[in-house]
């Protein structure tokens, strides 16, 4: 417990590091912190994208769509572009959630999961 608490200023300070500079390398692709979640890999992610808003999915297939076309030219936004991104705006956060929960939920009563990975 000591320890812990003798490490907890390098632990905010390495914090505080690392989330400015993956800001800065989400704002020069134009991207938000949650266009990094993979629906492949994690079935609430995929869940919780399809509940969203068709102008919200839009909007991240966009920002997924010039990240991507940025990084083959090997270039970034305009610094003006760049000033405007809102990287930790969170629109997935919340009903990841409520996602997860109800699938805790589920578990904890003794149901099926709503969904179940299958192979092609």
């Known amino acids: 417990m000591a320890l812990a608490r003798m490490m907890q200023p390098f632990v905010e300070w390495?914090?505080?590091k690392y989330q400015a500079r993956l800001?800065?390398?989400l704002k020069s692709y134009g991207l938000?912190?949650?266009?990094?979640?993979d629906p492949m890999m994690d079935l609430d992610v995929a869940?919780?994208?399809?509940r969203?808003?068709?102008e919200v999915i839009l909007a991240r297939n966009a920002r997924l769509h010039?990240?991507?076309d940025l990084s083959l030219k090997h270039t970034?936004?305009?610094a003006e572009l760049q000033a405007k991104q809102t990287p930790f705006e969170s629109y997935l956060q919340d009903v990841l959630e409520q996602v997860k929960?109800?699938?805790r939920e589920r578990r904890e009563l003794g149901g099926a999961a709503p969904y179940q990975r299958t192979l092609p």
């Open 32 to 37: 938000r912190y949650d266009d990094l979640y």
């Open 47 to 50: 869940e919780a994208l399809r």
């Open 101 to 103: 929960a109800e699938r």
């Open 23 to 25: 800001a800065t390398r």
């Open 76 to 78: 970034t936004l305009p």
């Open 14 to 16: 390495a914090a505080s």
């Open 52 to 54: 969203l808003p068709d």
């Open 66 to 68: 010039r990240a991507m």
